[in-house]
C-alpha cells in the first residue's frame, strides 16, 4: 500500500523552511491564547494569597487579643511606642509603593525595548541577507 494513500494530504509545506515557519506560527497562536488566561490565573493566585495572609493575621491578632483579655494582661502601650508603630508603618508602606513604582517603570522600559526590537526585526533580518549576498555573490560568480 502507497504512503500517500494512507496519510490524508493536508496543506503541508513542501520545503522545510515553510514548515518551520507554520509551526513556529501555530507556536505563537497558542501562546497567544494562553498568556492572558495565565495571568488570570496569576493574578487570581495573587489576590487569594493577599486574602489569605490578611485573614491568618486578622486570625492571630484576635486569638492573642482574646488570650491577653481572659489571663488579665495589660494591652496599653505608651504613646511614644504608637507613634513609633505608626512611623514604622508609614515607612513600610513607602517603601512598598516607591518599590512598586520602580519595579512598574522597570517593566514598562523592557517593554519598550521590545517593541523597539519588533520593530526592527525585519531590518536586522534585510541587513544578514545583505551579508550573505554580499558572501555568496563572489563565490556563485567565480568560474573556473
Not at 519588533?118 to 534585510?126: E, H
Request: glycine share 0%.
Amino acid at each position: 500500500m502507497d504512503m500517500d494513500t494512507q496519510t490524508p494530504k493536508t496543506n503541508q509545506p513542501d520545503n522545510v523552511y515553510s514548515m518551520y515557519k507554520q509551526n513556529v506560527q501555530k507556536y505563537f497562536e497558542n501562546i497567544s491564547k494562553n498568556v492572558p488566561q495565565y495571568f488570570q490565573s496569576m493574578t487570581h493566585l495573587q489576590e487569594e494569597c493577599v486574602k489569605v495572609c490578611e485573614k491568618a493575621i486578622d486570625a492571630s491578632i484576635s486569638m492573642q487579643q482574646e488570650f491577653a483579655k481572659k489571663n488579665g494582661f495589660s494591652t496599653e502601650i505608651p504613646d511614644a511606642m504608637k507613634t513609633a508603630f505608626v512611623d514604622i508603618n508609614k515607612q513600610v508602606v513607602q517603601a512598598n509603593t516607591v518599590q512598586n513604582q520602580i519595579v512598574k517603570t522597570t517593566i514598562d522600559a523592557t517593554v519598550q525595548n521590545i517593541k523597539t526590537l519588533n520593530s526592527n526585526v525585519n531590518s536586522f533580518a534585510d541587513l544578514n541577507k545583505n551579508i550573505i549576498n554580499s558572501w555568496t555573490n563572489p563565490i556563485t560568480n567565480f568560474k573556473i
